[in-house]
């Protein structure tokens, strides 16, 4: 998903389950808001305080950032305030108050100040309570923390660094590390609203998000107003995070002829890297090839571009066509003997400890994990030929086979019981939730939504990668509740 998509299966039949918060003797206590964020957004921030463990509300409390854009009014909504849309972000591991900060103008611009737009950061994340499994650095970049087998298919580092990564959380993350989970956050999500003062919110979900969105608008049917989930993954209860990395080969494959013909077109000057779009695949795996045999010092000391840094660069930069330039510089860089790759940020050290907490915390919370040491090493091979751009990665082990805790509570089967008030967006060629996969999530909400497919790629569709006619359709839903009769393309 956004950030590390989580990797889990159930093998038990899962039930829906009921995410009802218990009774407390008060309500959340009303937000204490003070500005905070870009000059000029009008951005505040709060703090909301919710229990550590629901089954004991009365129990130990932890601390939420949350942030909002009070609703002003403009031309476009010259009317009352119509509600509450709450921003939820991705990942696991993004922050929703991030989110806000960066999206808050184009939401109050497009919506004309109608909601006030509210997002928090989840456990784990940003201002919120954090978890730290003490992890070593080596075991932090996320090029080791996504399970990149060996130049020659070998599995066996990822197995021994899952192992360590579980034994290290087991031994340090405590409570506030087992609280990392789903159900959580869609119980956060309700306090939320309580606090708010809202009888209902309307909500636009991205990604990971949209999971968390979903189960919400099925626990709390009565508390929804409009939802958006944007670019969407299968909901499968039996594979839920599993099949959502899993996923990523085929949207690699789905989305890379979008950057081929980007960097074979004649005006890319400095950026073009090929002739012909047919011959940027062969060119780019060629290259990382030649880098897992011998790979290139970087401008990083100590951090080589190697061909799996390549490989996460192309994933990475798969998700917009902003980060494309980039990518086609770095290529360049590493094809050409004089040169001396930079990396990119996010692959040139280590993820802070709670980062790398969070990222794996919720989907080893959520869900066993489901495979032996045998199917694995049999799934990267077979992955590794059918799909090279991605090399078995998205089929590879990770911490959730060695995880110490089971969870605490089983996946949601999500279903089409509530009322029809859901609008899914969906790009034709996402490389992290394929439109494949988002077909899974409409046939689980069935006549409770419609599904609008735009024809583009990347991670993220409505006010991001996708085009006008999706995003007037969306802001068109937030704005008057209509929805297209039936699933639509926007070409």
């Known amino acids: 998903m956004t950030t590390y998509a989580g990797i889990a299966g159930a093998a038990a039949l899962t039930l829906t389950l009921g995410l009802a918060t218990p009774a407390t003797s008060s309500g959340p206590s009303p937000l204490a808001w003070s500005a905070c964020g870009p000059a000029g957004l009008g ?10 463990d629901y089954a004991d509300p009365r129990g130990p409390q932890v601390d939420l950032a949350v942030s909002r854009i009070r609703a002003s009014g403009s031309a476009t909504w010259p009317g009352a305030r119509r509600g509450t849309l709450l921003v939820v972000a991705g990942g696991p591991g993004s922050s929703g108050v991030q989110r806000l900060s960066a999206k808050g103008a184009a939401l109050k611009e497009q919506l004309g100040g109608a909601y006030d737009l509210v997002s928090f950061d989840p456990r784990g994340v940003g201002g919120s309570v954090k978890a730290r499994c003490g992890l070593d650095a080596a075991d932090r970049h996320l ?3 996504r399970g990149w087998p060996a130049a020659d298919g070998s599995i066996d580092e990822n197995v ?5 990564v579980a034994e290290a959380c087991a031994r340090n993350g405590g409570a506030v590390l087992r609280s990392l989970t789903t159900p959580n956050q869609v119980r956060d999500m309700d306090r939320l609203r309580q606090a708010l003062g809202e009888r209902r919110i309307s909500a636009w979900a991205n990604s990971y998000g949209t999971y968390v969105t979903a189960q919400y608008a099925q626990e709390f049917p009565r508390r929804t107003d409009r939802i958006v989930l944007d670019s969407s993954a299968d909901p499968n209860p039996a594979t839920v995070a599993q099949g959502w990395l899993r996923d990523m080969a085929r949207g690699a494959d789905d989305r890379f002829p ?15 890297l090929a002739d012909r779009p047919e011959d940027v695949r062969p060119l780019v795996l060629d290259l990382a090839a030649r880098l897992d045999r011998a790979p290139k010092p970087s401008t990083t000391p100590g ?3 190697t061909g799996n840094l390549l490989r996460q660069a192309l994933q990475s930069a798969l998700y917009s066509d902003a980060a494309f330039a980039d990518f086609a510089r770095l290529v360049k860089q590493a094809a050409d003997p004089a040169a001396v790759p930079v990396l990119p940020p996010v692959l040139a050290g280590p993820m802070p400890d709670e980062d790398a907490t969070v990222t794996v915390g919720v989907v080893c919370n959520d869900v066993r994990w489901r495979g032996t040491l045998p199917t694995f090493r049999r799934g990267v091979a077979a992955d590794r030929a059918a799909h090279p751009l991605t090399a078995g990665m998205p089929v590879n082990i990770t911490p959730c086979s060695f995880w110490k805790d089971t969870p605490a509570e089983p996946p ?8 029809s008030d859901v609008l899914m967006i969906q790009g034709l ?16 909400l069935g ?8 024809d583009r790629g990347g991670h993220g569709m409505y006010l991001s990668n996708g085009n006008p006619c999706g995003d007037r359709t969306v802001t068109r839903f937030l704005l008057t509740g209509e929805r297209p009769a039936s699933d639509v393309t926007c070409r």
Do not use: I, N, Y
């Open 429 to 444: 060629r996402d490389p992290s939730t394929p439109h494949s996969s988002a077909l899974e999530m409409r046939a689980a």
């Open 303 to 305: 951090v080589p571009l």
């Open 447 to 454: 006549a409770r939504a419609r599904l609008v497919s735009v």
């Open 43 to 52: 951005q505040e921030c709060a703090t909301l305080r919710v229990p550590l």
């Open 143 to 145: 090029v080791t923390l």
């Open 258 to 272: 979008d950057f081929a013909a980007w960097a074979a077109h004649p005006d890319r000057a400095a950026s073009r």
């Open 160 to 164: 021994a660094r899952s192992r360590r």
């Open 412 to 419: 949601t089967r999500l279903t089409s019981d509530g009322p």
